[in-house]
């Protein structure tokens, strides 16, 4: 079969043929349906050796959406054929965090060995890929899997962001979502289903600026060095009670902390190649100002998120790309001119 993978450090991404995998008791086998493009992946393929951790040859794509093909021995209650997502940060699945279904912080994950697809095991940038379980398999009936896809990580990873701040949005709060791409769209569509803040959508380009409009955000602002005062004054000189930062570099995380208001939260979800940091301490940010850096969601949210999109709630944009064009998506990611999540249709 063919596979988008990651094979040197440093290298680009290559399209190669690889053996197609049968499930070992307990997996299933997916025809994968749709993969998504994220910019995790860039960052992972720009570490040094010393840091890169994800073994090599590796199989690109932790957003993944497929149609259930073979079944390991053992597995039981799944009908072939059925479309599904899959949850992606794998747990051990009997620990304390993983019995809340929140695998994505499952302590034991490392010491057994266990990694999500295309960030340590084989990925979705496949004809097909192996699921270690259907614990991590969630059926979405007659969605669009390209328009579903994205929901397992650019949906999934802002819905816990801000399904843990909901508290603090009422009438007349604000939230402020940095970096408009895969999931930020995502993140104003949310915010806008699940609360009542006025949103504001800050971006670099007016391309990224008008997306962020047309999915809902209230107002939004360029994302230069007069950011902060900007959506200040746009706020009648307060700030927002809960900012989400999407990009993760030093001048956003900046921007994230002279904008939050007293009590906010502060959640840092982008990881920048750079280093960055928030510095906290008295007179530096509003008080009780809290800064957060989470990863990923639980399985309960992934199956939230589904239901959401039964209701017709998201307008997810997408850029497809048949498997042959991945390399070419990542080019497109890396220079920040995609539209929305590039999602690679392997039947295309
Ligand atoms: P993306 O490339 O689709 O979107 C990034 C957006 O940020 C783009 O619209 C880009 O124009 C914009 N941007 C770049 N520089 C900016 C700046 N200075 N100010 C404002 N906007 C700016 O990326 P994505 O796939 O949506 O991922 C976003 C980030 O989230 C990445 O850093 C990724 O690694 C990270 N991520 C984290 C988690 C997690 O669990 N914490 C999960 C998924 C992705
Ligand atoms: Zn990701
Ligand atoms: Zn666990």
Wanted: with cysteine.
């Amino acid at each position: 079969m063919r596979a988008v993978q990651y094979r040197t450090i440093g290298g680009a991404p290559e399209v190669v043929e690889i053996e197609k995998p049968t499930p070992g008791p307990g997996q299933v086998l997916l025809e994968v349906t749709a993969a998504g493009i994220c910019h995790s992946d860039d960052f992972i393929m720009g570490l040094p050796e010393k840091q890169y951790v994800y073994g090599l040859p590796l199989t690109l794509g932790h957003e993944g959406a497929g149609r259930v093909v073979e079944l390991g021995s053992g597995v039981e209650g799944l009908e072939l054929g059925t479309n599904v997502v899959v949850y992606g940060p794998w747990g051990c699945g009997t620990c304390l965090a993983c019995a809340q279904g929140k695998e994505n912080y499952c302590p034991r994950a490392a010491e057994l060995g266990i990694a999500p697809p295309g960030l340590g095991s084989p990925g979705a940038l496949a004809e097909y890929m192996l699921v270690d379980s259907p614990r991590h398999l969630v059926p979405i009936g007659d969605l669009d899997p390209v328009r579903t896809v994205p929901l397992t990580d650019a949906g999934l990873t802002p819905y816990h962001a801000i399904k843990r701040s909901l508290g603090k949005l009422r009438a007349g709060s604000t939230a402020v979502v940095i970096g408009a791409g895969g999931l930020g769209h995502l993140a104003v569509q949310i915010l806008r289903a699940l609360s009542p803040a006025r949103v504001v959508a800050l971006d670099v380009t007016e391309e990224k600026l008008a997306l962020a409009t047309a999915v809902g955000a209230h107002d939004v602002v360029l994302s230069d060095a007069d950011a902060a005062a900007n959506v200040r004054s746009l706020l009648g000189g307060r700030g927002a009670q809960l900012v989400l930062d999407f990009v993760g570099a030093q001048p956003t995380i900046d921007t994230a902390m002279a904008v939050a208001d007293v009590e906010s939260d502060v959640t840092i979800v982008g990881i920048s190649s750079t280093p960055a940091a928030a510095q906290v301490g008295f007179f530096r940010q509003a008080y009780e100002a809290s800064v957060t850096v989470p990863y990923w969601g639980s399985r309960g949210e992934l199956i939230e998120l589904v239901e959401l999109a039964h209701r017709g709630v998201f307008d997810v944009h997408t850029e497809t790309f048949p498997l042959a064009d991945a390399p070419k998506a990542y080019e497109r990611l890396h220079e920040g001119t995609l539209s929305g999540r590039a999602v690679v249709v392997p039947s295309l």
